[in-house]
């Protein structure tokens, strides 16, 4: 394991696009979590995010692990061009020439997805509890450390989407190409969904395993939990009600889907002519 672990930590060393992407990410999502605190004065209006609720404990691990979520694509692209500067660099076929199996290739990718997630996860929780301690109304533990499933939900939902891009990676062996069949997925997710939901609602309980979806699920949208917003709505629509619990059938869809995915990306490797 810790040899996988080397031959990845040197090629990622290496890899001057990845590094790029992935000091991006982590500016980015600091940035999002600075922007928040920022106060606006322009005349009459003095504004700041950080005031309406959205850092108070436990609610803080619900609505960042949902908006930071969004920016996992950049490092969905240094995984696809790992990949595929895998066989452009021919690094791969240079691994199993030296020794390496391919089961022991795949495995060392999936350490790869697997250290990104929680690296990504850890960054959460960590500006999430500074942010919490800084701004929320409460500060009693029991409260400050409920709620902690999203963070959970978060590395298992980043653990099947990047698993996901390795596949692709691996499949497609070109990351442009890659990120469009990731972009044909959600597009044909979202047809399926709009048609069963419209026209075919008798199969409605199927569109919680499509993969995209499935991921989707693991973190519902937290805008309409805060108390302003779902008073606003429940006035609307008195019936209004949701369920934003992180749910363990959700959490075991992602998860076979993990293991799909990488499954799958040894099948494809193996019966692939290098």
Not at 46 to 72: C, E, M, S
Not at 225 to 232: A, E, M
């Amino acid at each position: 394991m810790k040899r996988l672990f080397l031959i990845e930590f040197h090629k990622l060393k290496h890899n001057k696009s990845a590094k790029i992407l992935s000091i991006l990410y982590f500016v980015l999502f600091s940035a999002i979590a600075l922007f928040a605190s920022i106060r606006f004065n322009f005349g009459a209006i003095d504004f700041r995010f950080a005031d309406q609720g959205i850092f108070n404990f436990p609610y803080i691990w619900h609505f960042n692990t949902y908006v930071v979520a969004f920016l996992k694509i950049f490092l969905a692209i240094v995984i696809v061009s790992m990949m595929s500067s895998e066989y452009t660099n021919r690094t791969l076929k240079q691994n199993l020439i030296d020794g390496l199996s391919k089961k022991e290739f795949i495995l060392s990718k999936f350490l790869n997805v697997l250290l990104y997630a929680a690296a990504s996860t850890v960054l959460v929780f960590v500006v999430s509890l500074v942010l919490g301690l800084i701004f929320s109304d409460f500060d009693e533990a029991s409260i400050i450390f409920s709620d902690l499933e999203y963070v959970f939900a978060y590395f298992v939902k980043l653990l099947g989407f990047f698993s996901l891009c390795m596949f692709l990676g691996i499949f497609v062996k070109r990351s442009a190409f890659a990120l469009g069949f990731l972009f044909l997925i959600w597009v044909i997710e979202g047809i399926i969904y709009l048609v069963i939901t419209f026209q075919l609602k008798v199969l409605k309980p199927l569109i919680q395993f499509m993969p995209l979806e499935s991921m989707s699920n693991l973190i519902k949208e937290p805008v309409t939990r805060l108390n302003i917003v779902k008073s606003t709505a429940q006035s609307v629509n008195p019936e209004f009600v949701k369920n934003y619990d992180v749910s363990l059938l959700s959490i075991i869809i992602v998860l076979v889907w993990t293991f799909i995915f990488v499954y799958g990306s040894l099948l494809v490797l193996k019966k692939r002519d290098l």
